[in-house]
């Protein structure tokens, strides 16, 4: 059945020819629930829509050779099954089961004598890292600050480390939303500028430079609404107050940056309350104002969809801020409770989007704060008050103060950029 040298292969008497080097692949991806194996011969076993058994040669001689491959890394959730067909398998007889369920798993089998049967030489799993590269700087943008609405920028570098006031473009303006999209980029969207509410957008490339003003607006203008990031390269902008009511509208915005026309939402209608990315592709609005301050948060899938209320966690708040930490989290921080009370306390969000209960925060008690995520896994949280910025590192600790270096603002907003 197998060999090195293959006696009269030219057909011609007392030629020795060596075979042909190296396994004799199936052309066929095997996709039946059952196969039969010939030694000699290598197989890709595609499990996407249902497990297979694979029935091994009943007879089998020294250094028979076999190999299987994961086709469509899809053996851990359909896997396969060898029969050994009367022969043992490291040593064990047919009687027992053999299961190979890990993803992106091949198996390369040769067989021994009677005793062991056939033998792994090797049963891989090649493994798909895939490389998510991660958002390393920030960018605060627009808000009120000294009695005038703005339109000027903080960047922020990869250790947190803030720039002074730069120029920044489009219209100066306040309650702003920002956030990441397009991989690498920001998108700055409604507020209210100094002849009203508007819905215009502005576009942050992957060095910081903003844009001017998008050519024309998309959805009802309006303030105290939020935005974050979802999918892969994708944000939207939601709720706050439109055409003089407080909405739970949506616009979606793709991966270029065009935001669609208004469509429904979900869960209670509110305004200045914070909103972010947690876990992937997924984002979590939660708090703020509907007529009285509610706890109350909403999760949005990696489509976009915008779910019912969650009952709330956490002591009722609003005019606070929010941003993505350590990987796949998430950190509410800062605002107002009742009686507009000043607070610095945060809530965690997991990876799976549930708010925790209040903990203490650090650093000065204040409202309509802004926050961005930087470094990869960390986040900043800034500018309201007196200026000051507060780190908070990638086990979601809040730190005490930076002192500030921009100018003190209120409404602005701010979201993580740049790749490098």
Same mark, same amino acid.
């Given at each position: 059945m197998s060999g090195?040298?293959?006696? &009269? ?82 040593? /064990? ?13 091949s198996l390369n ?12 030489? /090797?049963?891989d799993a090649v ?70 509410? *508007?819905?215009? !957008?502005?576009? *942050?490339? &992957?060095? $910081? ?21 979802? $999918? ?15 909405? &739970? ?21 509110? /305004? ?30 990696? !489509?976009?969809? *915008?779910?019912?209320? *969650? /009952? ?43 708010? $925790? ?9 204040? !409202? ?21 910025? &507060? ?30």
């Amino acid at each position: 059945m197998s060999g090195t040298i293959v006696n &009269n292969v030219a057909r011609a008497s007392g030629t020795i020819a060596a075979t042909p080097g190296g396994l004799d692949w199936s052309a066929a991806v095997v996709t039946a629930s059952t196969v039969t194996v010939e030694a000699g011969r290598g197989y890709f076993i595609n499990t996407t829509s249902n497990a297979c058994t694979i029935t091994l040669p009943a007879e089998a001689e020294i250094g028979d050779q076999i190999v299987i491959a994961d086709y469509a890394r899809t053996w851990a959730t359909n896997a396969v099954t060898l029969d050994s067909n009367g022969l043992n398998f490291q040593g /064990s007889d047919d009687t027992y089961t053999v299961d190979y369920d890990t993803v992106g798993q091949s198996l390369n089998i040769v067989f021994s004598d009677s005793t062991k049967g056939w033998l792994p030489v /090797s049963d891989d799993a090649v493994a798909i890292t895939d490389f998510v590269p991660t958002l390393q700087r920030a960018i605060f943008a627009f808000g009120v600050g000294g009695g005038s609405k703005l339109n000027t920028k903080n960047l922020v570098n990869t250790s947190g480390v803030v720039a002074s006031d730069s120029s920044g473009a489009g219209t100066a303006r306040t309650a702003v939303a920002a956030a990441s999209f397009g991989g690498d980029k920001v998108i700055f969207g409604f507020g209210t500028a100094a002849d009203g509410v *508007v819905a215009l !957008t502005n576009l *942050v490339n &992957n060095q $910081g430079v903003i844009a001017s003003d998008q050519s024309s607006a998309t959805g009802t203008a309006g303030a105290g609404v939020k935005a974050a990031p979802y $999918g892969v390269g994708l944000a939207l902008f939601y709720a706050g107050n439109r055409g003089g009511e407080v909405t &739970n509208t949506r616009n979606l915005v793709n991966i270029s940056g065009v935001v669609a026309a208004d469509a429904t939402g979900a869960g209670t209608s509110k /305004s200045q309350f914070g909103m972010t990315a947690y876990g992937t592709g997924t984002a979590i609005a939660a708090f703020g104002d509907a007529g009285l301050l509610t706890g109350v948060s909403n999760l949005v899938s990696n !489509t976009g969809v *915008v779910a019912s209320d *969650v /009952s709330a966690v956490g002591t009722a708040k609003a005019y606070l801020a929010a941003a993505p930490y350590g990987g796949d989290k998430a950190i509410f921080a800062y605002g107002s409770e009742a009686n507009d009370a000043l607070i610095n306390k945060r809530n965690l969000i997991t990876n799976q989007g549930v708010v $925790g209960s209040d903990l203490s925060g650090a650093g000065t008690a204040r !409202t309509l704060d802004a926050a961005g995520t930087y470094g990869g896994d960390k986040a900043i949280f800034g500018f309201s008050g007196t200026g000051v910025t &507060n780190l908070v590192n990638n086990s979601g600790v809040l730190a005490s103060d930076t002192s500030a270096v921009g100018s003190a603002k209120a409404g602005n907003a701010a979201a993580g950029y740049g790749f490098s």
